[in-house]
């Protein structure tokens, strides 16, 4: 490997810790520069879609729409979509039992805690009031 190659790996390593990724679980993993460069950006795109989330949660408070309710579930199938790729570009097996992003949505009300102890099982613990989970989503 190349002075220029290992600088930019170097680069990735940083921007990777900066966005919360395992840089050790990356080299556990072998993980190419296009394979961590796509984490980055699933990241970034969670964390945006978290920031919209946050918005529009308050706007559906003040005015409950169901233009915005659509909005909200849009963004939510966003991040069951994201959380594939992860598992994808993580070399996991796609598998629903481990998305954890899911109950983390600023929009979602379902028990963080509980869901985090159910991680890898099949089923989670649903609160049917929930906007995006909910018995009226």
């Not at 460069?37 to 795109?45: E, M, S, T």
């Not at 529009?56 to 915005?68: D, T, W």
């Not at 099982?121 to 909910?134: A, T």
């Amino acid at each position: 490997m190349g002075c220029r190659q290992l600088n930019e790996l170097a680069l990735l390593y940083e921007q990777a810790k900066k966005s919360g990724l395992n840089t050790k679980l990356i080299m556990d993993q072998g993980l190419d520069t296009s394979e961590i460069k796509n984490l980055i950006n699933l990241h970034k795109r969670l964390k945006n879609i978290f920031e919209d989330e946050e918005k529009l949660i308050k706007e559906y408070k003040e005015n409950p729409s169901e233009e915005i309710k659509k909005h909200l579930l849009s963004l939510s199938d966003q991040v069951k979509e994201i959380e594939f790729e992860l598992q994808k570009n993580w070399h996991f097996d796609q598998n629903e039992d481990y998305h954890s992003w899911w109950f983390r949505q600023p929009a979602c009300s379902c028990p963080i805690i509980d869901n985090f102890e159910r991680v890898g099982v099949p089923g989670f613990i649903i609160n049917q009031e929930c906007i995006l989970h909910g018995k009226d989503k």
